[in-house]
C-alpha cells in the first residue's frame, strides 16, 4: 500500500464540512480533542467479539487521527482502511505511524458519498454517525454502509448516548440509545451487543458515548 492518502471519486458533497474539519485538525493537536482516546478499549473489544479474524477487511470511518489503527497493526490486522473527510488528519495518524503507515490504505472523502470495489468484513465509526443531523445525509450514509459490507458484514458504531451531550466542537449532534440507532440503520442490521462508556476527555470533562455492534441480516430473495 501507498503511504499517501487518496482522494475518493465524485468530489464532496459537503465542502464546508470538510473546510470545518480541516480546521479544527490544522489548529489542534489531535491528543487534546475532546474525542481522543489514547487507548480505545472499547472499539477494540467489541472488534475482538466479532471474531472476524486477522485477514478481514476493516474500515475506519472517521478514523483520522485516532489510534484505533495503531492497535489494530499492533494486534496482526492487516487489511485496514481509515477514511476521514480531513485530510490533515490522515496526514498527522501517516507521520505518527512512520514506516507502518505503508500498511494501511489511506482514504480523504465525505462518508456519504462512498463507494468500494471490494466490500469490508467491519465498518467502525466513533463519533460520525452522530454528526448527520438531516435525515437525507443520514440515508446516504447507510446506504455508503451497506453498499460497502460484505453479505455477512458487521458495524460498530459508537454515537454520543441519548443522557449524552447535545454538541460537539460546536457542532449540533444526535443523541442516541441503541434502539433508537438500531431503528435509524433499519432492518438490513440485526443489533447483538451493546454497552455504555464514560469517555472521560483530555480537559477533564464527560462524555457519555454508546456502543453498538450490528450484524447484517440476510438480503430480501428479491434483492438477491
Request: aromatic residues 8%; contains cysteine; proline residues 5%.
Given at each position: 500500500?501507498?503511504t499517501s492518502a487518496t482522494r475518493l471519486p465524485g468530489g464532496c458533497l459537503h465542502p464546508e464540512w ?196 450490528f450484524c447484517r441480516n440476510p438480503a430480501p430473495a428479491t434483492e438477491r
Open positions: 500500500m501507498s470538510q473546510i470545518y474539519w480541516e480546521h479544527i485538525y490544522a489548529g489542534k493537536d489531535p491528543a487534546v480533542v475532546s474525542w481522543h482516546q489514547a487507548h480505545p478499549e472499547h472499539s477494540l473489544s467489541l472488534i475482538n467479539d466479532s471474531a472476524i479474524g486477522s485477514a478481514a477487511r476493516i474500515i475506519d470511518v472517521g478514523g483520522g487521527a485516532s489510534r484505533l489503527v495503531d492497535q489494530l497493526l499492533d494486534a496482526g490486522y492487516r487489511n485496514l482502511t481509515v477514511l476521514d473527510i480531513a485530510a490533515t488528519s490522515i496526514e498527522r495518524a501517516r507521520l505518527r505511524l512512520g514506516e507502518r503507515a505503508s500498511q494501511v490504505n489511506w482514504l480523504v472523502g465525505d462518508i456519504t458519498n462512498y463507494a468500494t470495489p471490494q466490500p469490508f468484513d467491519l465498518w467502525h465509526d466513533r463519533a460520525v454517525f452522530h454528526f448527520l443531523t438531516s435525515q437525507q445525509d443520514r440515508a446516504s450514509y447507510v446506504e455508503s454502509m451497506l453498499n460497502a459490507l460484505t453479505p455477512n458484514g458487521q458495524v460498530i458504531i459508537a454515537t454520543f448516548s441519548d443522557s449524552g451531550p447535545g454538541q460537539c466542537s460546536g457542532l449540533e449532534v444526535v443523541r442516541y440509545n441503541p434502539a433508537m440507532l438500531s431503528n435509524t440503520l433499519g432492518p438490513r442490521l440485526h443489533l447483538v451487543e451493546t454497552f455504555t462508556e464514560q469517555h472521560h476527555t483530555p480537559d477533564g470533562g464527560v462524555q457519555e458515548f454508546s456502543y453498538c455492534r
